[in-house]
């Protein structure tokens, strides 16, 4: 009998002593701890582990493409490299329970129709949990297809960053899956940092999304929870599509050079507490249906709120719109009223307040006849400030036949909610000079 099955039974003997005596379960008493050195295949031990086991990866270079079928924890000792030698996936989860933590995961293949990934978690690896893990040099980080219960947690993520960006693959890209946890993961240079499709019941939270297409790209999915996540320096923060039932919280989408946040074809979602600053367009708003929009800040945007394609019957309360050099374009056949309630506060109004209520006694129109001629007609903003153009902005303001359908605030309010809005100026996306 070898040494490793003698020791694997004194295991389990004391192991079910224990079980005896109360102090453990029985599933505790069956796994083991194997070491890997340097030299040695991590493939090999893979093979001899049973389910259960408890792997220790000591720190080295291991130029290996690993297959998990069982249930297994690989823990690396002080940041052990798994290096994927440019061929297919690095590691390939293909069995539930399977935990990863504390690699350098890297040099995956570049094959787009093959996802080639550093982790792929493949359909019915449920219960993956890949944490404190540097993925670099992949073509997606992860690929989690079909698998649920999945948690991915505080990683560092970069693509192949040589690559052109519709080369790259997605850094985190979820597709069919319920309950995932995407959780404190930095995300950069890749397509998409993350890539969300018929997912549901999931929690995006404390993510930095940065450097890359979008930020996120969702679509078709329902019920779940985007909270606390950065997003910055992409084309686009957060892309949210085709859903219901989002809750989106506190999130901060800076520097984005087209929106910081998308809200399309949405429906019975909220989206609270957000910053959202110079981007150039801060809300892009297309299609969206009772949704409550409040307490957010839109501040230094080239655009504050892009809104048309029918998007009514939301409740937009108790929001920030500061310093955006055009408030709201709004396209439509009809005003839209917002705050009628509590309110918002737009740092252009030019009302007043004398019963000291809070709230102006003028209410707030977002735009004019001359704010639809000039987006119509880019140039016309040449001639702003001449007599002519100012003369027919005070005729649709005199005359209602004139007047361009607006977004209209009954109740704007005469100060920001939010005292710290000042410290979003200036965090433009760089454009050239």
């Given at each position: 009998?070898?040494?490793?099955?003698?020791?694997?039974?004194?295991?389990?003997?004391?192991?079910?002593?224990?079980?005896?005596?109360?102090?453990?379960?029985?599933?505790?008493?069956?796994?083991?701890?194997?070491?890997?050195?340097?030299?040695?295949?991590?493939?090999?031990?893979?093979?001899?582990?049973?389910p259960g086991d408890v792997i220790e990866i000591e720190r080295a270079r291991y130029a290996e493409n690993l297959l998990i079928a069982k249930p297994l924890t690989l823990r690396?000792?002080?940041?052990?490299?798994?290096?994927?030698?440019?061929?297919?996936?690095?590691?390939?989860?293909?069995?539930?329970?399977?935990?990863?933590?504390?690699?350098?995961?890297?040099?995956?293949?570049?094959?787009?129709?093959?996802?080639?990934?550093?982790?792929?978690?493949?359909?019915?690896?449920?219960?993956?949990?890949?944490?404190?893990?540097?993925?670099?040099?992949?073509?997606?980080?992860?690929?989690?297809?079909?698998?649920?219960?999945?948690?991915?947690?505080?990683?560092?993520?970069?693509?192949?960053?040589?690559?052109?960006?519709?080369?790259?693959?997605?850094?985190?890209?979820?597709?069919?899956?319920?309950?995932?946890?995407?959780?404190?993961?930095?995300?950069?240079?890749?397509?998409?940092?993350?890539?969300?499709?018929?997912?549901?019941?999931?929690?995006?939270?404390?993510?930095?999304?940065?450097?890359?297409?979008?930020?996120?790209?969702?679509?078709?999915?329902?019920?779940?929870?985007?909270?606390?996540?950065?997003?910055?320096?992409?084309?686009?923060?957060?892309?949210?599509?085709?859903?219901?039932?989002?809750?989106?919280?506190?999130?901060?989408?800076?520097?984005?050079?087209?929106?910081?946040?998308?809200?399309?074809?949405?429906?019975?979602?909220?989206?609270?507490?957000?910053?959202?600053?110079?981007?150039?367009?801060?809300?892009?708003?297309?299609?969206?249906?009772?949704?409550?929009?409040?307490?957010?800040?839109?501040?230094?945007?080239?655009?504050?709120?892009?809104?048309?394609?029918?998007?009514?019957?939301n409740e937009v309360e108790g929001n920030d719109f500061i310093l955006n050099r055009e408030q709201v374009r709004y396209v439509g056949a009809r005003d839209l009223p917002w705050?009628?309630?509590?309110?918002?506060?737009?740092?252009?109004?030019?009302?007043?307040?004398?019963?000291?209520?809070?709230?102006?006694?003028?209410?707030?129109?977002?735009?004019?006849?001359?704010?639809?001629?000039?987006?119509?007609?880019?140039?016309?903003?040449?001639?702003?400030?001449?007599?002519?153009?100012?003369?027919?902005?005070?005729?649709?303001?005199?005359?209602?036949?004139?007047?361009?359908?607006?977004?209209?605030?009954?109740?704007?309010?005469?100060?920001?909610?939010?005292?710290?809005?000042?410290?979003?100026?200036?965090?433009?996306?760089?454009?050239?000079?």
């Amino acid at each position: 009998m070898s040494p490793n099955h003698v020791r694997r039974l004194r295991a389990l003997a004391a192991g079910l002593l224990l079980v005896a005596l109360g102090l453990v379960t029985a599933g505790d008493t069956l796994a083991a701890t194997l070491r890997v050195r340097a030299g040695e295949s991590i493939q090999a031990a893979i093979e001899r582990a049973q389910p259960g086991d408890v792997i220790e990866i000591e720190r080295a270079r291991y130029a290996e493409n690993l297959l998990i079928a069982k249930p297994l924890t690989l823990r690396g000792l002080d940041r052990p490299t798994l290096d994927g030698q440019g061929r297919g996936d690095v590691v390939r989860i293909a069995a539930p329970g399977v935990t990863i933590e504390g690699f350098i995961i890297w040099n995956s293949g570049d094959h787009l129709g093959e996802q080639n990934a550093g982790i792929y978690i493949q359909p019915g690896a449920d219960h993956a949990l890949v944490r404190n893990c540097d993925l670099a040099y992949n073509l997606f980080g992860l690929w989690i297809e079909k698998a649920n219960d999945v948690r991915v947690e505080n990683n560092v993520i970069t693509g192949k960053r040589d690559y052109m960006s519709v080369k790259r693959g997605n850094g985190i890209q979820l597709y069919n899956t319920h309950r995932a946890q995407i959780l404190g993961n930095n995300i950069s240079f890749v397509r998409d940092a993350l890539y969300v499709d018929v997912s549901h019941d999931a929690v995006f939270r404390a993510n930095r999304l940065h450097h890359s297409r979008y930020g996120t790209h969702y679509m078709n999915a329902y019920d779940n929870v985007w909270e606390g996540n950065d997003t910055w320096m992409n084309r686009g923060g957060l892309a949210l599509m085709e859903v219901r039932r989002l809750t989106v919280r506190n999130n901060r989408a800076w520097a984005n050079s087209d929106h910081g946040i998308m809200l399309r074809t949405i429906q019975d979602s909220t989206i609270e507490g957000n910053v959202v600053a110079g981007n150039q367009r801060g809300f892009f708003i297309y299609d969206a249906e009772y949704n409550t929009l409040r307490g957010n800040t839109v501040v230094d945007n080239v655009v504050g709120v892009h809104l048309w394609a029918g998007s009514k019957n939301n409740e937009v309360e108790g929001n920030d719109f500061i310093l955006n050099r055009e408030q709201v374009r709004y396209v439509g056949a009809r005003d839209l009223p917002w705050g009628e309630q509590a309110g918002n506060y737009w740092s252009n109004y030019l009302g007043w307040d004398r019963d000291g209520d809070g709230a102006g006694d003028v209410r707030y129109e977002a735009n004019d006849l001359v704010d639809r001629l000039s987006w119509r007609h880019p140039l016309m903003k040449l001639l702003l400030a001449s007599p002519a153009v100012q003369t027919l902005r005070l005729v649709g303001q005199q005359f209602p036949l004139l007047r361009a359908p607006s977004i209209v605030d009954p109740n704007p309010r005469m100060l920001p909610h939010n005292p710290d809005w000042s410290q979003w100026r200036g965090r433009h996306f760089p454009r050239p000079q």
